[in-house]
């Protein structure tokens, strides 16, 4: 849903009504299922895995954020009060829960969490205090220079690019321009040989694993055609 409302609000005017039309099947079972498992914003989602790829026994930030995102998403397409009223109800919830704690992983506990930047980087500013945002490159730092998903990531000395570039997305979107040129430079610093992002940056600055990683250069993309 935040994705149909990027590409919704992306072309002229005159064409949003035809975007809506071919996407209406996506937009309407998307939005029905966040209604429904959320009770209106009254509730919070169910449990399940975030992008941590791990098992969960309690509802993760980064769920939060993306069910936030999905419901914001959904209303800017279609403009229905029932699902502006449910992203409003469930932003109320969420700032009286996970903002109670400093927005941490867990409603309580897990300490800070790239999930953070999700807010930001999707449209929903005003959520978290800039310096929660800011904070995530000093608490989540790692040796080569980018950041880790998590606080409670196991700390091995690598960064992952996901989480780094989200971070600079939500920068640039927040108005922290000259941070957010930052972490873009070191993203653009350690590339690949042949210039692809890759999914992590080991202890000693050389791209590893998977590349290019899609999500990565989505963000950074998004990051750029922010700070134009």
């Given at each position: 849903?935040?994705?149909?409302?990027?590409?919704?609000?992306?072309?002229?005017?005159?064409?949003?009504?035809?975007?809506?039309?071919?996407?209406?099947?996506?937009?309407?079972?998307?939005?029905?299922?966040?209604?429904e498992v959320t009770r209106d914003g009254e509730g919070m989602p169910p449990v399940s895995p975030d992008y941590w790829e791990v098992r969960e026994r309690s509802v993760t930030l980064g769920i939060m954020?993306?069910?936030?995102?999905?419901?914001?998403?959904?209303?800017?397409?279609?403009?229905e009060d029932r699902t502006g009223d449910a992203a409003d109800a469930l932003t109320a919830l969420l700032t009286s829960t996970f903002g109670a704690h400093q927005y941490q992983r867990y409603r309580r506990s897990g300490g800070a969490d790239s999930a953070r930047a999700f807010f930001d980087a999707t449209g929903c500013?005003?959520?978290?205090?800039?310096?929660?945002?800011v904070s995530l490159r000093s608490q989540l730092a790692r040796g080569g220079g980018g950041i880790a998903p998590g606080a409670s990531w196991r700390d091995d000395g690598i960064?992952?690019?996901?989480?780094?570039?989200?971070?600079?997305?939500?920068?640039?979107?927040?108005?922290?321009?000259?941070?957010?040129?930052?972490?873009?430079?070191?993203?653009?610093?350690?590339?690949?040989?042949a210039g692809s992002l890759p999914e992590k940056v080991l202890f000693d600055g050389r791209p590893a694993a998977v590349a290019p990683l899609a999500w990565t250069a989505a963000n950074v993309l998004l990051a750029i055609d922010a700070l134009a």
């Open positions: 849903l935040w994705a149909a409302s990027e590409v919704w609000g992306s072309v002229e005017s005159s064409r949003r009504g035809a975007v809506a039309d071919r996407l209406a099947p996506l937009i309407t079972t998307s939005q029905q299922t966040l209604l954020a993306s069910t936030l995102a999905g419901l914001r998403g959904a209303h800017t397409i279609t403009g500013g005003g959520v978290i205090e800039p310096g929660l945002l960064s992952w690019t996901p989480s780094t570039s989200l971070l600079a997305l939500a920068l640039a979107r927040a108005g922290e321009h000259d941070q957010a040129r930052e972490v873009l430079g070191w993203l653009a610093g350690h590339r690949t040989e």
